[in-house]
Each structure stands twice: as structure tokens, then as C-alpha cells.
């Protein structure tokens, strides 16, 4: 079983490129929740909707959120109203939050209705949640601490971080722990490791768990540049280092056995084994070639 630690759209969508390479129900997803948030009376999973529109083949590809085809009407009348609008949902979106909610509010845990979510969409795959209870993350910024929708979305990551912590200690998800003890391989896919991974590491007994497995991860920074998202000015922020690959090594440190990067990112990259290739998922071929790439990779290294 290959185990995937996953947060929005580039960890999606290398994960889709693993579900498309292996037997999709040898593969089992672990997903960010510390961007979870209750908006308009509604539980919204942003990174497990990504996974889930993403996997479902509904994504739109376009904007890298919610669904392909998509309108806003619903949103447009809440705006009409006077209602908070920085978080623009769907209106198909919005069946997705409705149907959650409603399951939360009836004591169904998150672990329970997402899989019950992913199997109307046919989703082989295993997804789970990182956990069952809240684990916010907060930005400590020039400016104060701010939930992570307020700043990334609400203020378009402007204030400058200067940390991330999460609020709440949660037990991970049923199936969590048992699902890293039982991989043969542990990818963390191209995601922001400060808010899309280290929430998920944050959880009692998963760096414990992760330690005793072969963990290669790929690399978020193209050329000292994130593809989507805040990590490249991020990165100089919480460090002081200039983003690259090898930030990303330094920063997961000894869980790594390896790492894939862009080709010309090798730089300063010591300790973990290194493969360097096209990282850039442009269409679902380039997925399927990285995750091919990424998994003959990490498997060649139980034989080193």
C-alpha cells in the first residue's frame, strides 16, 4: 500500500497521478484539515474537496478550486443580502458543505461522511481526513494572528508571516496511524509543508509513525518558485532562506529518504537521495509521468 500526505490542488493533483499509475484502492490519501472552516453556518474542507473534485475528475482546472462549470448565484444573493462574500462557494460546492454539515451536526464524524462523499463521486481511492476533531491553523503576522482562510483568502496572504502554530490537539483520524504502518512507501505530495503538511505531522504518533518508513517527498519550488500559493515568500519569511528545493529538504529534515525536484534545483540539497525531473503537473500525462517517476524512484532506494 502507497500512503500520500496531501493538501490542496499540487498534492491533488499528484495524487491523482498515483491513483492513475497503481491499483487505486492500493492507495490511501491522508488529508489536510487545519484550513477547515465554518463559513456561513457551513463546515467548508477545502483541501478535501480539492482531493475529492480533483480524483472525481470535476475539478475546474482553470481557477484550481471547486467545480469545472460552476456558477454563483447563490453566492451573488448572499452578497445581495450583505453577506460575507470573500469565500466565494459554488452553488453545486455548496451541496458538498450542506450534506457534510448536516452529517456533523447529526454526530457522523468527518472520517464517516467523506468517505460517504467519495463513494457517490466513485472514488477508489481511500481518503482519509487527518482528523475527526478540529486542528485550526493560525498565521502569526506583522499584523496579529489571523485564522488561515482569513489570511490566505480574506487578505490574499499579504501580512507578513512570522509563524504557523495550530489550535487543537486532535487524535488523528480512524485509520490513520494504521494506514502508515502498513505502507510499503510514504509520499508527501507537492504541497505547502507549512500549512498543508506540518498540520498533518503535528497529530501524536505520526512523526513516530513516519520514522520508521521509507518517505520520499516532491518538491513545491519550480526555479525558487512556488507553482500556486504563498510558499516562496514564505519561505524567506519563516527562515530567512531563499526558497528552493533544498529548503523543503531542510524543513522535513531526517523523515526524508528522498526527494524529487525540478530539473537544476539540486542545489544545496544534502542527505536525502535526490531525483531530478519535470515537476510541473501541466496536464493529467504530466501526473501520471511524475508519479511513475516519484514511485521508481522511492522504490529504488529500499535496494541502496
Known sequence: MIVVLSGGVGGARFLDGVVRALPPDTVTAIVNTGDDFVHLGLTICPDLDTVMYTLAGLSDEQRGWGLQGESFAAMEMARRYGGPDWFSLGDRDLATHLLRSEALAAAQSLSTVTARLCGALGIRARILPMADEPCRTIIDTDEGALPFQEWFVRRRAQPPVRGVRFVGKPAPAPGVLAAIEAAELVMFGPSNPYV???????LDGVRAALAKKRVVAVSPIVGGRAIKGPLATMIPELTGAPPSAAAIARHYG??????????????????????????????????LRLANEALLFARGLAAT
Do not use: F, N, Q, W
Request: proline share 5%.
Open 254 to 287: 531526517a523523515l526524508l529518504a528522498g526527494v524529487v525536484v525540478e530539473r537544476g534545483d539540486e542545489a544545496g540539497l544534502s542527505g536525502p537521495a535526490v531525483h531530478a525531473t519535470d515537476t510541473i503537473m501541466r496536464s493529467t500525462d504530466d501526473r
Open 196 to 202: 498543508s503538511i506540518d498540520p498533518i505531522l503535528s
